[in-house]
C-alpha cells in the first residue's frame, strides 16, 4: 500500500486528492482557493468531514503547509514520508510528451518551455510542483499531461492550414486538451463495446470547458480542442472555432487591441457572451425556461457546435460505436442531452430512454435502447485517478 497525491494547480488554486494506491481508496480531497489573497478558502474532505475556512494564503507554498498541518493535525497521515509519490497534472505538454513523465530537470525544463503556449497553466503547474518538491522532497513527482491522449492524431488532424513553415518553426498545430479524461473514458467505455474488434468511441467531455474526440481502438484520432483550449465547441465562457476574420474585423469595429479582442474571446464569450446571463449552463438553461430570447439562442448554439462536431467524428471515424457524455454538463445537464441526442437521431439512428436520460445525474448509465443504432452512454469521468494510476506506476519502477 502507497499513499498518493494527485495535485492540480491553477494561477490561484491548488486542488488535491490522496488516494490509498493500488486500491484507489481516497483518503482526503480538497482545494486552496484565491491563493494570494488576505480571504483565501481551504476546504479539504475526509472520512466523511468537511472542514473550509477563509484564511489568508499568499502563495502555494503555503497551501501546501495548510494541507500539510491538515493532513496531520486530521490524522490522515502520521507522517508526510508516508505520501510516496505526486502526480501534477499540467495542461500543455506540446510535442514533448505522449504520456506521463517523471519530474526531472528536463521534464520541467520542456513544461517551462511550452508556458507561452499555456501561459496561465503551465506557470502554475510548476510553482505547485515546487511547492511539493520543497516539502516532500524524497517523493517521486510525476507529470501528467491533458496533451499526451491527442498525440496520436495523424498529421491531417493536428495541422492548421497555415503556411508550413509556421507549423514547423512555431510548433503551431492542434494540441487539444481534458486528455486524461478523454483517455479514462475511453477505458471505462470499452464495456460498453464488447464484442466489438475496433470500437469507435465519440467522447463529449462538456463541462465549462468542453470538447470532443474521436477514439478508434483506444487511440485518439481527432479532437475539439486547437492550439489552445479556446477551439472547438463553444463553452462557458469561450467562442470555440470562430472565422479567424471575426478576429480582425472585430478589433477594427472596436478598436481593441488582439490581445484583448483574445481575452474576450476567452473569458466573455461562450453561454456567457450570448445569453448575456451566466456562464453556467443550469443558469441559462433557467433563463430559457423563462422565455430569454438570448440563453435559448445560447443553448442553441452550444447543442448545434456539439452535434455538428458528433457529426464530423461519426464520418472520420467511419461510423460509431459508442458515444459518452461527460463532465459538468454532460453528466447532469439531462435536457442538454437530450437535446444533443435530438440533433443527431435522424441522420445517425439513435435512440435514447427520454425518461431514464431524465432520470441520471452524476452516475453512470447505458441511455440508448436496443434499437438504437450507436449506443449512447453516461460516464462520470476522473481524471484524478488517472494521475494517481500513472504516478503509483512510476514510483513501483523506482
Ligand atoms: P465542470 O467544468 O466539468 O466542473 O462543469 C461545470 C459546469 O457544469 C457548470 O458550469 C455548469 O454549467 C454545468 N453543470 C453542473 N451541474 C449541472 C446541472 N445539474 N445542470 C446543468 N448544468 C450543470
Known amino acids: 500500500m502507497a499513499?498518493?497525491?494527485a495535485v492540480n494547480a491553477?494561477?490561484?488554486?491548488?486542488?488535491f486528492k490522496l488516494y490509498e494506491m493500488p486500491e484507489e481508496k481516497v483518503l482526503c480531497s480538497g482545494n486552496a482557493e484565491r491563493i494570494g489573497h488576505e480571504d483565501a478558502i481551504f476546504g479539504i474532505k475526509w472520512n466523511g468531514q468537511e472542514e473550509k475556512n477563509i484564511l489568508p494564503i499568499l502563495d502555494h507554498a503555503a497551501a501546501v503547509e495548510l494541507l500539510v498541518k491538515a493532513l496531520i493535525d486530521k490524522g490522515i497521515v502520521k507522517s508526510m514520508d508516508e505520501i510516496v509519490a505526486c502526480g501534477?497534472?499540467?495542461?500543455?505538454?506540446?510535442?514533448?510528451?505522449?504520456?506521463?513523465?517523471?519530474?526531472?530537470?528536463?521534464?520541467?525544463d520542456k513544461i517551462e518551455s511550452l508556458i507561452p503556449l499555456a501561459p496561465l497553466h503551465n506557470k502554475a503547474h510548476l510553482v505547485g510542483f515546487r511547492a511539493f518538491k520543497k516539502i516532500l522532497p524524497d517523493s517521486v513527482n510525476v507529470?501528467?499531461?491533458?496533451?499526451?491522449?491527442?498525440?496520436?492524431?495523424?498529421?491531417?488532424?493536428?495541422?492548421?492550414?497555415i503556411p508550413y513553415e509556421y507549423s514547423e518553426k512555431y510548433d503551431c498545430r492542434r494540441y487539444g486538451a481534458h486528455g486524461t479524461s478523454h483517455k479514462y473514458l475511453s477505458q471505462v467505455g470499452l464495456k460498453y463495446c464488447e464484442g466489438i474488434a475496433h470500437p469507435k468511441m465519440i467522447i463529449c467531455h462538456i463541462g465549462s470547458g468542453a470538447s470532443l474526440t474521436a477514439v478508434k481502438d483506444g487511440k485518439c484520432v481527432a479532437t475539439s480542442m486547437g492550439l489552445t483550449p479556446l477551439g472547438g465547441i463553444m463553452m462557458g465562457t469561450r467562442t470555440g472555432d470562430l472565422d479567424p476574420s471575426v478576429m480582425n474585423y472585430?478589433?477594427?469595429?472596436?478598436?481593441?487591441?488582439?490581445e484583448e479582442m483574445y481575452q474576450i474571446f476567452n473569458k466573455k464569450s461562450g453561454f456567457l457572451g450570448v445569453s448575456e446571463v451566466s456562464n453556467d449552463s443550469r443558469d441559462v438553461l433557467k433563463a430559457c425556461e423563462e422565455g430569454n430570447k438570448k440563453a435559448i439562442i445560447a443553448n442553441r448554439l452550444f447543442v448545434r457546435r456539439i452535434a455538428d462536431f458528433i457529426g464530423q467524428y461519426f464520418v472520420r471515424l467511419g461510423g460509431a460505436d459508442l458515444i459518452i457524455f461527460s463532465a459538468g454538463i454532460g453528466e447532469n445537464s439531462t435536457i442538454t442531452r437530450e437535446q444533443i441526442c435530438d440533433a443527431i437521431a435522424p441522420a445517425l439512428g439513435i435512440e435514447i430512454d427520454k425518461k431514464l436520460n431524465a432520470s441520471i445525474r452524476g452516475k453512470e448509465a447505458l441511455l440508448s435502447t436496443p434499437n438504437s443504432k450507436i449506443k449512447v452512454a453516461v460516464i462520470p469521468t476522473d481524471e484524478e485517478v488517472m494521475i494517481a494510476r500513472d504516478t503509483y506506476a512510476y514510483y513501483l519502477k523506482k
Open 250 to 258: 472585430l478589433c477594427k469595429c472596436t478598436g481593441k487591441s488582439v
Open 143 to 161: 507529470a501528467v499531461f491533458d496533451t499526451a491522449f491527442h498525440q496520436t492524431m495523424s498529421e491531417e488532424d493536428y495541422l492548421f492550414p
Open 88 to 108: 501534477h497534472r499540467i495542461v500543455q505538454g506540446g510535442k514533448y510528451f505522449s504520456k506521463s513523465e517523471l519530474f526531472n530537470k528536463d521534464t520541467e
Open 10 to 15: 491553477g494561477s490561484s488554486s491548488l486542488k
Open 3 to 5: 499513499k498518493v497525491m
